[in-house]
């Protein structure tokens, strides 16, 4: 087929979550606001207290923004649009602003796996070398490690969507997701579709089990130290410092490999049960870390609890 006998498509039409009955429409929106509401208070509020509190000024809570960044921006990139299709009834999305939102939605997620791998270092470096780790992990060293992050992603990423503009597109275009994937997008294509799709799964793939990989091998050599430790109390406490780490690592990393072995075992999802899938693994997440920085990590912890019994302090005084 030529591309001059294509005709342009201009919009897509969001499906959301198919066979949804327009009665639970107002309960969907207010759910997904609900969600978007944790994510955007959550994560700021990690942002700004590391930023206002000196003692947290450490390389560890450096790397936790990055997180908490890639986490409020996903969610302000994929539920607006989502949201306004259930509460307004507004399904449409420009051609150009469905690929735009592509672009951050991957950027977005293996951008946040590869500072995964960076906060596994941090802890392979402070439990396995804890007397080089001021050497090895400084503040300027984790902006360097995260900053990479960021931009490995960004640069590979521009080249996807090229890819995928490259495509004539001839199609429905209706995108039966609750936002623009490119597995959703490029299935719309009439040409070379597969080869797009085969680069793009390759790049995934990479941004997913490398840092994985690395992240597996960094707490595999972090437990065999803590099992050689004598001190019962020091192990405990070696623990509890992974534990943040290791609980954000899980809910990012187990959904996602549960649903490509799940596939490639041959269990099939229908599709509102993936897409729901989808979501609560790429959004519940972004909402709940902010939690387990909170309540999981000493120092936040406690620098909490001063400001909070300060300014409890302050009130009871008499006037």
Request: aromatic share 14%.
């Amino acid at each position: 087929m030529s591309l001059t006998n294509v005709t342009r498509i201009q919009y897509f039409y969001i499906v959301g979550f198919p066979g949804l009955s327009p009665d639970y429409y107002g309960h969907v929106s207010a759910a997904l606001f609900l969600v978007l509401s944790a994510i955007v208070v959550g994560n700021v509020f990690i942002l700004v207290f590391v930023k206002c509190e000196r003692s947290l000024h450490k390389p560890t809570y450096l790397i936790f923004c990055h997180l908490a960044s890639t986490d409020l921006l996903f969610g302000l990139v994929t539920l607006p649009k989502i949201i306004s299709k259930y509460w307004f009834g507004d399904s449409l999305i420009s051609f150009g602003g469905c690929f735009v939102q592509m672009y951050f939605v991957h950027f977005l997620g293996a951008t946040h796996s590869f500072v995964l791998m960076v906060m596994a270092l941090d802890r392979f470096i402070a439990v396995c070398a804890p007397l080089r780790y001021t050497v090895f992990i400084t503040s300027t060293t984790v902006s360097v490690l995260c900053g990479i992050s960021w931009f490995m992603p960004m640069s590979w990423m521009v080249g996807i969507v090229l890819h995928a503009l490259s495509l004539p597109y001839c199609r429905s275009n209706i995108i039966v997701q609750c936002y623009c994937d490119h597995i959703a997008i490029t299935a719309l294509g009439c040409e070379n579709v597969r080869d797009v799709q085969v680069v793009a799964f390759g790049l995934a793939m990479f941004s997913l089990l490398v840092p994985l990989s690395c992240i597996i091998l960094s707490y595999l050599l972090i437990i065999a130290v803590v099992i050689r430790m004598s001190d019962s109390s020091s192990r405990i406490r070696t623990l509890s410092t992974c534990t943040p780490q290791l609980l954000i690592t899980c809910l990012y990393y187990m959904p996602r490999c549960f649903v490509y072995l799940a596939n490639n075992l041959g269990f099939t999802f229908s599709v509102p049960i993936r897409i729901v899938v989808v979501m609560m693994y790429s959004l519940i997440p972004a909402a709940i870390n902010p939690l387990i920085y909170c309540f999981k990590t000493k120092d936040i912890k406690e620098s909490l609890k001063k400001k909070i019994f300060s300014r409890i302090s302050t009130n009871l005084k008499p006037g």
